[in-house]
């Protein structure tokens, strides 16, 4: 029993320690036994992690310490109270453990993913407001708490079985899609990088916006990947995002032969940078406001701005819902989950790192 107390009291008392100046103000004879119960407990917390027993002489102050007046007026509570401290002595003990855990595993999930929810990145509150979160199903304790227990596990797995994806070398070449071309249409050969977004995701936009202050596109073969974020039922979790990423697939099949700039970038910088005649930006029309038939109208007066002929923005309209392009998303997709595993967007490979969250 005592020493699991032993381990309690340690717990408490190291709380309790980090006030001791305030209390050796107030009262320095119970500082002064209050320091010297938290180094004993220690001593006691030290021999039971090299598997030796407690110092009985802390045994004998924790049970005076907390029975010694109930003894005295009380003496046929003595047994039910030590029931009750060694029940208690057990759930600190197990709470501390527990919480340790979910401290550790939350660190990890930071570093190795970049949110500390691994299942809803969009709750954490540390990264929730610079990306948007690539939500699991979530699985609930109350309804199943052995499923709940095992999910928690497995991620905890999951999360240290990525930490050498965290330190590796990343290319950016490596996961290019296919079709893709860089934000100049030309190549420097130099800093390649992958840019991973959902068109409809305010991040993503802010992160856009960021890249061209900084000169990003400059200095980098910058190349793009569209990633229409799912909802753990399939459907999409930002309104016209897989339209927006059709339309972008698309136009790398039917490509422009004229200007400095791809179409898949035209259609990203007017989205993430210009307005419509309501003076709402693009994207949040987009979001907010457009139907699937706007949106479609939308795009068709934006390929005519670009060049495209009539029949050739016939023909990408067509394309938008063909079995090809969705192939296409979907293989883009796998890449994303399977092998870039990101939890979150924006996310962008460049320098040799995996990054997430907007660029600052």
């Known amino acids: ?80 109270l030590s029931i009750i401290i060694e029940t208690t002595a057990v759930l600190i003990v197990a709470v501390s453990v527990w919480s340790l855990l979910v401290a ?17 990145p969009s709750v954490c509150a540390l990264t929730a407001v610079d990306a948007c979160g690539i939500d699991r199903e979530p699985i609930y304790f109350k309804k199943t708490p052995l499923k709940w227990t095992g999910n928690w596990f497995a991620e905890f797995g999951e999360i240290i079985g990525n930490i050498p994806a ?11 899609p296919t079709n893709a071309r860089p934000y100049n249409d030309f190549s420097l050969d130099i800093n390649f990088a ?38 753990p039922d399939g459907s999409y979790k930002l309104a016209n995002s897989y339209l ?23 259609i990203i ?12 930006d693009y994207q949040t029309a987009f979001n907010t406001y457009y139907s699937e038939a706007t949106a479609r109208e939308t795009m068709q007066g934006w390929l005519a701005e670009f ?30 989950n399977n092998e870039i595993k990101a939890r979150k967007l924006p996310a962008r490979i460049h320098d040799g790192k995996r990054h997430y969250g907007v660029y600052k």
């Open 1 to 80: 029993m005592y020493s699991m107390v032993c381990v309690a009291a340690f717990v408490i008392l190291a709380v309790v320690a980090l006030s001791l100046p305030v209390i050796r103000l107030l009262n320095r004879k119970l500082a002064a036994s209050i320091w010297g119960l938290f180094r004993k407990s220690a001593s006691c917390v030290g021999r039971r992690v090299t598997l030796r027993k407690c110092d009985s002489s802390f045994k004998e102050d924790a049970k005076n310490s907390i029975l010694r007046k109930v003894v005295l007026k009380r003496p046929k509570w003595v047994k039910p």
């Open 104 to 120: 550790a595993k939350s660190g990890l999930a930071l570093y190795v993913y970049g949110t500390c929810n691994l299942s809803q």
């Open 166 to 176: 965290r330190v590796k070398k990343w290319n950016a070449v490596d996961y290019i």
């Open 194 to 231: 992958l840019d991973i977004i959902d068109p409809c995701c305010p991040p993503c936009m802010r992160s856009f916006q960021n890249e061209l202050e900084d000169g990003f596109f400059d200095n980098n073969d910058v190349y793009l990947m569209p990633y229409p974020i799912r909802n």
């Open 244 to 266: 927006l990423t059709a339309y972008i697939e698309a136009v790398r099949l039917c490509p422009l032969t004229h200007g400095a700039r791809p179409a898949e970038w035209l």
């Open 269 to 280: 910088e007017k989205l993430f940078t210009e307005k419509n005649d309501c003076e709402v």
């Open 307 to 336: 060049g495209y002929t009539e029949d050739a923005a016939a023909e990408i309209e067509e394309l938008t819902k063909s079995t090809v392009v969705a192939e296409i998303i979907e293989r883009n997709i796998g890449v994303m």
